[in-house]
């Protein structure tokens, strides 16, 4: 298997980009495309953890159409796997905000473009104790 040809990583890359521009803009419907359609599809989000595609469009119609998340990315990790598997990694911090939030993509090559099969967002919490000698 091959990773990260260069084609591969374009096109992981452009579809995570769509994705953070329909995020900061809250255009529900382009996130809604990009989340593969499937009950195995799932999002943990900071607060809520949704299973299958139907839950995870649930969540995004009841939200105030007003929200938006506006944030800045602070890094960018995008490998791939193949032809048609990749992972989107990033840390992130909305606007008037301080912590670091971290937002992991599962992305699939499917017939209809890449979508998301997993993805969870998490905000950074304290580091892990680390034994000491």
Known sequence: MEINIPSVVAEVTAAFHRYETALNTNDVAMLDELFWNSPHTLRYGVGEQLYG???????????????????????????????DFGTANCEFRRHGQTRIGR??????????????????????????AMKTA
């Open 53 to 83: 595609y139907d839950q995870i469009a649930a969540f995004r119609s009841g939200r105030d159409p007003t929200f938006v998340v506006g944030r800045d990315l602070l890094k960018l990790w995008i490998v791939t796997y193949g032809h």
């Open 103 to 128: 937002q992991s993509h599962t992305w699939m090559r499917t017939p209809e473009g890449w979508r998301i099969v997993a993805a969870h967002v998490s905000l950074l919490g304290e580091p892990t």
